[in-house]
């Protein structure tokens, strides 16, 4: 089974950006994948998907500020946020089938 290991989370001020990435230890080019996003004790959401063809998906209230992206030759999967709100505060998984990353906290607060 793959494994998963997220990076580029931390703090950030509400307007700005971040780039977050999820590193595969093995080739990815053959699955689906995804971000999820975890605040508290809630329920884990699925925000944004991305197929073996590259289409991506995301839910409704992230359009046009979030985008995943892929790169199978990097083993990498990629997750640009921008104008983050403190809604967007969270922890974020990648995850590829039934592997799942440790996450990575993404916090935005002036």
């Given at each position: ?94 995850n ?14 002036s």
């Amino acid at each position: 089974q793959v494994q998963l290991v997220e990076s580029g989370g931390g703090l950030v001020q509400p307007g700005g950006s971040l780039r977050l990435s999820c590193v595969a230890s093995g080739e990815i080019e053959w699955y689906p994948m995804g971000w999820y996003r975890q605040v508290g004790d809630k329920q884990r959401e699925l925000i944004a998907h991305i197929d073996i063809g590259g289409t991506a998906k995301y839910i409704n209230s992230l359009k046009g500020r979030f985008t995943i992206s892929r790169d199978n030759a990097k083993r990498t999967l990629y997750l640009q946020m921008n104008v983050l709100t403190p809604e967007d505060t969270a922890v974020y998984y990648c995850n590829a089938l039934d592997a799942w990353g440790p996450g990575t906290q993404v916090t935005v607060s002036s």
